[in-house]
């Protein structure tokens, strides 16, 4: 991949920070984890999909779409389920938007805390979660540490499939630059 331009990181704890981090306005993030919306650095995600289909996501699209700000999107993600913290029980996406896209504020653990306090929240929240693993990681950046997933070969052959997938993307990404 290296070969063909593209910045590849590799990361000794979860990639999701380390992919975040440096990302300029300009790059083009790939990556099958919906985590990464939660990333304000983040402006364009591809999501590999089925078939070798590609879902592209234009951030600033999107909000415009969903009526929320960036602030909004990042604490949405938190409260919502994801790879640090499950939601709260019968609380899913679409309600949670639904609770985020009425909170004003700037910041995602002001937000957050607001979410919490809803009376809709409250009385669901019987394991009083306060979605600290989720901040932590989204809102201020702490890495976890990888567990590793499997043996060599597992890795080989996740490798050779994320390659294959990856060639699928570039050349859809040739096709669409040619068709502009």
Known sequence: MRGKGWTVIEAS????????VPAQAD?????????????ETIKTLWRPVSGGQVLVYSIPALLQSLGIT?????????VSRNDYNRNIASLGPATNYGIIKDIPGTDPRAIGS?????????S?????????????????????KVVDSGSQSDIQVRYERLSARFDDVCAKHKES???Q
Not at 13 to 20: F, G, L, P, T
Not at 124 to 141: C, G, I, P, Q, Y
């Open 27 to 39: 790059d083009i993030v790939i990556s099958a984890d919906s985590d990464m919306l939660a990333y």
């Open 114 to 122: 607001a979410y919490l306090l809803e009376d809709r929240v409250r």
């Open 177 to 179: 630059k040619k068709s």
């Open 70 to 78: 960036r602030t909004q999107l990042t604490a949405l993600a938190v």
């Open 13 to 20: 704890k979860e990639a999701d920070v380390a992919i975040a």
């Open 124 to 144: 669901k929240n019987k394991d009083m979660e306060k979605f600290h693993n989720a901040l932590s990681v989204f809102v201020d950046r702490q890495q976890t």
